[in-house]
């Protein structure tokens, strides 16, 4: 069964300071999708990036980058030069391939609460 | 845009009460799917659906059940209201695959936060 662990519950950094949260995923399939999303305070999800098993690149887009490590199962994102508008709790995600009789679910993590102060 | 609608933000239900929570998305969505949010657990799945009238169970389905009637809509329902049901209730949506691994990202309602007393 796919479970993702985000060890991190809360970290707070002062502004302008990198941050670095972690995700670890487990899966038996060797083709999935990963997932970053942020939860800002007024409570919506919002999607930051998908990434598939095939593809380790790291990805970077603007302040934020992603490293994917299949090695060692994990899908850290990280923040650079942090702001405060960037607090809010972040989920990883895990989505198996899609089934022949059904479709894709999507399990999270338990998110890490992040806290940016001027 | 994507548009994931609840039908409510704040509800407020009594113990032993049937509660429905209705979930409506505008862009032709296969997959649709309901969790709950609660401090330190992060969301947990409770059913999705992948077409009207198919539906699969989470990781915690006990004490809900779901209907999708409709390709745009899927309802939660919580069949006699419990205080451990109060929390956070997300809806999602997300396009089907064309025959693999086409596995897109969902799209989130605002939430429904319930308050069973």
């Known amino acids: 069964a796919q479970k993702v662990t985000q060890a991190q519950t809360e970290i707070s950094v002062v502004e302008k300071e990198d941050v670095t949260l972690d995700c670890v995923y487990e899966t038996r399939d060797t083709t999935y999708?990963?997932?970053?999303?942020?939860?800002?305070?007024?409570?919506?999800?919002?999607?930051?990036?998908?990434?598939?098993?095939?593809?380790?690149?790291?990805?970077?887009?603007?302040?934020?980058?992603?490293?994917?490590?299949?090695?060692?199962?994990?899908?850290?994102?990280?923040?650079?030069?942090?702001?405060?508008?960037?607090?809010?709790?972040?989920?990883?995600?895990?989505?198996?391939?899609?089934?022949?009789?059904?479709?894709?679910?999507?399990?999270?993590?338990?998110?890490?609460?992040?806290?940016?102060?001027? | 845009d994507v548009k994931v609608t609840q039908s409510s933000r704040y509800l407020v239900k009594r113990t032993g009460e049937k509660v429905f929570l209705e979930c409506v998305q505008d862009m032709d969505h296969e997959n649709m799917f309901w969790y709950r949010q609660d401090p330190g657990l992060g969301l947990r799945l409770i059913y999705f659906s992948y077409d009207v009238k198919m539906k699969e169970k989470g990781d915690i389905p006990e004490g809900y059940s779901v209907s999708r009637e409709k390709k745009e809509r899927f309802s939660l329902i919580l069949e006699s209201a419990s205080t451990n049901q109060t929390s956070m209730y997300l809806c999602a949506s997300s396009p089907g695959g064309t025959g693999g691994y086409l596995n897109t990202e969902a799209f989130f309602g605002q939430g429904t936060r319930l308050t069973v007393v």
């Open chain 1, 33 to 118: 999708y990963l997932f970053w999303y942020k939860q800002p305070p007024s409570g919506e999800l919002v999607f930051l990036i998908r990434r598939n098993s095939f593809d380790e690149q790291n990805e970077i887009s603007g302040r934020y980058s992603w490293n994917f490590q299949k090695s060692t199962s994990s899908f850290n994102f990280t923040i650079t030069a942090s702001q405060v508008v960037d607090s809010a709790v972040y989920f990883c995600a895990l989505s198996e391939a899609q089934r022949v009789m059904g479709n894709n679910d999507m399990r999270f993590g338990a998110g890490t609460r992040l806290t940016v102060k001027p």
